[in-house]
T-cell receptor, first 113, second 113 residues
Framework: DSGVTQTPKHLITATGQRVTLRCSPR?????VYWYQQSLDQGLQFLIQYYNGEERAKGNILERFSAQQFPDLHSELNLSSLELGDSALYFCASSAFEGYTEAFFGQGTRLTVV | GQQVMQIPQYQHVQEGEDFTTYCNSSTTLSNIQWYKQRPGGHPVFLIQ?????EVKKQKRLTFQFGEAKKNSSLHITATQTTDVGTYFC?????????????FGAGTILRVKS
């Protein structure tokens, strides 16, 4: 158990819909990262937050947004979903913005039908 | 933007053979981390390299960080079936407002017994 909790574990939704993925980081970790992993693909960096502030952005679509709340949990919002958005979405947390190891959650498997 | 290239994409080896995966960054890195993802699992931290030319060993695994801090390698000696999985490198680079941890596409290792 990495200490990072992601909910839900599985999500099936229709094209055009909007979903919210939730991540609770390890206790004490201030950084949260979101990654997308398509089938048999690598990890695509989406966005990073540190102590509530957006710190770095990857190739995140405009249809996607995220935020980190005062209690440090984070949410990734995906809207106007397309079939190609089907993927495993991982959240990871670390203590010091990447200078220490990142701990990954179990991921949310999103299927868009 | 920053890219982290990882080769090979796939490697099938006979149990007992050696295995190496290589990681190259388009920019100088603050550190490089290596992760292993077992099939159906989430990435798990293996090691972090920080210093130019650093070499670290974990039993049969040897990790190297290049002198220019732009490349790295992971070498496994005498592979075992338990080594099966995807190995990711992740490079940390400083951004204007924070640090970005960018993962390579990963190398999928299959071991035939």
């Amino acid at each position: 158990d990495s200490g990072v909790t992601q909910t839900p574990k599985h999500l099936i939704t229709a094209t055009g819909q909007r979903v919210t993925l939730r991540c609770s980081p390890r206790s004490g970790d201030l950084s949260v990262y979101w990654y997308q992993q398509s089938l048999d693909q690598g990890l695509q960096f989406l966005i990073q937050y540190y102590n509530g502030e957006e710190r770095a952005k990857g190739n995140i679509l405009e249809r996607f947004s995220a935020q980190q709340f005062p209690d440090l949990h984070s949410e990734l919002n995906l809207s106007s979903l397309e079939l190609g958005d089907s993927a495993l979405y991982f959240c990871a947390s670390s203590a010091f913005e990447g200078y220490t190891e990142a701990f990954f959650g179990q991921g949310t498997r999103l299927t868009v039908v | 933007g920053q890219q982290v290239m990882q080769i090979p994409q796939y490697q099938h080896v006979q149990e007992g053979e050696d295995f190496t995966t290589y990681c190259n960054s388009s920019t100088t890195l603050s550190n490089i981390q290596w992760y292993k993802q077992r099939p159906g699992g989430h990435p798990v931290f293996l090691i972090q390299l920080v210093k130019s030319g650093e070499v670290k060993k974990q039993k049969r695994l040897t990790f190297q960080f290049g002198e220019a801090k732009k490349n790295s390698s992971l070498h496994i000696t005498a592979t075992q079936t338990t080594d099966v999985g995807t190995y990711f490198c992740a490079g940390l680079s400083r951004q204007e407002y924070g640090n970005k941890l960018v993962f390579g596409a990963g190398t999928i290792l299959r071991v035939k017994s």
